[in-house]
Each structure stands twice: as C-alpha cells, then as structure tokens.
C-alpha cells in the first residue's frame, strides 16, 4: 500500500506505514476522514458519521501514543494497546484477486473496515516489523514519528523536503560563518 500525505504546512510527509500516517493526518471533521480514507481504500462506501469520526479520533490518538512510545523505547499504555487491538478484531478489508466476474466481499468498503486495516498496520508495524525502526524526526522543533525503511536503517528526518533541507541550510549558514571568522560577507559590498 501507498503511504505518504501532504501536510497542512504544504510539505510531504511520507511515515512508510500506514498507520502512522494515520496517526499524522489532520483528521478535523468528517469530510477530512472521508478524503483521507477515500484517497488509500478504493471503493469506500457513503460518507464518515459521528460516530465514526469519534472512532477515528480515538484510534489516530492510540496509534500515535504508541508509536511516540515505540520512538522512545518506553513501554506504552495498556489502554492504547487495548484501543489498537480493539480496532484490529474487527473485520477488515478482505484481499481480493482482480479479474474475476464476481465481487465476493470485495465490492464496497466501509469506514469501519479501513479503520480495521489502519489499526492492522500498527499492530504489525509495534509487533513485528518496527521494533528500533521507529523513531522520532531529529529536527528540534518536529515531532513527527516515522518508520525507517532505509536499508541501512539510518533515517533521520520525517522528510528531506522538510526538516531535512532545513537542517542542511542550517549547516551550511554555520560552516559559511565559521569559515569567515565569524563575519558575513555580502555580495558587492
């Protein structure tokens, strides 16, 4: 599956994984869920309600919760793991082979189905496959959580376009000051 978003200050953001790309989006209202769910499950069905959306809201909390413990190497909520799991019991999208004439379970899906399937992602995501994978930007003022997909598992930003470009603009204004002496030169003057 695809992961990755836009975020509101207009940068990408790409986690590699779904759920904490869940646990990153900005899920205000139901038109907001229903984009967010819309743009990774094709055939979703009807619009997100109440109900749904404060279902959401709870799983996007316990998913970032966790991950932010999972970053930190600390042990996370009971309640949050209760909450994943929760989500994870219900049923989920069934996979399907395209190409055939008949739609078994696989015609419309539903809010509670692609909910099932984000919280799935994380309970592979803490159990099995991220354990020293997920960490925290190492920008001072981000705390967006990623999984590290690299293959030498060194990621340090949640995205270059971000607080990686930043911080190498930060470097190089450092190592041009401190090449000067200290003193900025300006063009033409």
């Not at 509101?8 to 229903?34: E, I, K, M, R, T």
Request: hydrophobic residues 40%.
């Amino acid at each position: 599956m695809v992961t990755g978003q836009q975020l509101p200050d207009g940068s990408f953001f790409d986690s590699g994984a779904l759920s904490l790309d869940f646990s990153a989006s900005p899920l205000v209202n139901q038109a907001d869920l229903d984009a967010w769910l819309g743009e990774r499950f094709d055939r979703l069905q009807g619009a997100a309600s109440e109900r749904e959306l404060a279902d959401a809201h709870a799983l996007r909390a316990a998913i970032g919760r966790v991950a932010a413990a999972a970053a930190s190497a600390s042990q996370p909520e009971a309640d949050d793991i209760d909450t994943v799991n929760l989500f994870a019991a219900t049923p989920d999208i069934p996979p399907a082979l395209g190409g055939g004439r008949r739609q078994a379970g696989a015609g419309r899906v539903r809010i509670g189905q692609a909910l099932s399937t984000v919280a799935r992602d994380a309970v592979d995501l803490f159990g099995e496959r991220g354990p020293g994978r997920i960490r925290f930007c190492t920008a001072d003022d981000c705390e967006l959580v990623f999984y590290d997909e690299s293959r030498s598992n060194n990621r340090r930003w949640c995205s270059m376009q971000r607080c990686g470009n930043r911080a190498k603009v930060r470097a190089h204004r450092a190592r041009s000051i401190s090449d000067s002496g200290g003193i900025r030169r300006t063009v033409g003057g």
